[in-house]
């Protein structure tokens, strides 16, 4: 079973308005983090936000907040005001305390934002 | 403060030849992994290394790849007879060991084709 889902291919968004992009898990393990990741076209993955598995509150980054729904196993990256530079591959990942710590990556979701 | 970085950013080579990259994490990251990402997906686990330790290793990395971090410091990974299949971006990323929701960061990786 695929551990990250991200369900949405590719999304579009009207520049200023937000957008949600959509990740389910899927894990045994009590102990576990919630990272989303944008990567452009250059290829660099760049760290946006991080979610604890005990954190009582929706983590939040600036523009970016995470909706984090423990009981569904979903960890929705959600990008206020959006700009074109927002444009880009998102990825969800999930790291897991019992799985040596390295990270498990969903399959993507292509943002693009319209001017 | 420099980020990952990662040696050579492109390579062409020939199906058979032999290929290194080079990867020098964050200076104080005692952890470092290496993945790899073809078009259209999620990077997947390679292998990582806590201090000189490659402390484990995915099913995808083949006997044809050798990752070492000889001195704790930079890593390099060596596929050697290259096949067309291995074209894909291979990514560096560091992290500290000490905490689940320490960040992963990524260099901005290395694309390899084999033509």
């Known amino acids: 079973a695929q551990k990250i889902t991200q369900t949405q291919p590719g999304m579009f968004v009207q520049e200023k308005e937000a957008v949600t992009l959509d990740c389910t898990y899927d894990?045994?393990?009590?102990?576990?983090?919630l990272f989303w990741y944008k990567q452009p076209s250059s290829g660099e993955m760049i760290f946006l936000i991080y979610q604890g598995s005990y954190d009582q509150q929706n983590a939040t980054e600036g523009r970016y907040s995470l909706n984090f729904q423990k009981a569904r196993k979903s960890a929705n990256l959600v990008i206020s005001a959006s700009q074109l530079g927002d444009s880009a591959m998102y990825f969800c990942a999930m790291r897991e305390n019992n799985a040596g710590n390295m990270l498990t990556f969903g399959g993507g979701t292509r943002l693009m934002v319209k001017p | 403060d420099t980020g990952v970085s990662q040696d050579p950013r492109h390579k062409i080579t020939k199906r058979g030849q032999n290929v290194t990259f080079r990867c020098d994490p964050i200076s104080e990251h005692n952890r470092l992994y290496w993945y790899r990402q073809t078009l259209g997906q999620g990077p997947e686990f390679l292998t990582y290394f806590q201090n000189e330790a490659q402390l484990e290793k995915s099913r995808l990395l083949s006997d044809r790849f050798s990752a070492e971090r000889p001195k704790g410091s930079f890593s390099t990974l060596e596929i050697q007879r290259t096949e067309q299949g291995d074209s894909a971006m291979y990514l560096c990323?560091?992290?500290?060991?000490?905490?689940?929701?320490?960040?992963?960061?990524f260099g901005e990786g290395s694309w390899l084709t084999v033509v």
């Open positions: 990323a560091s992290s500290l060991v000490q905490a689940l929701g320490n960040t992963i960061y």
């Open positions: 894990t045994s393990d009590p102990s576990y983090g």
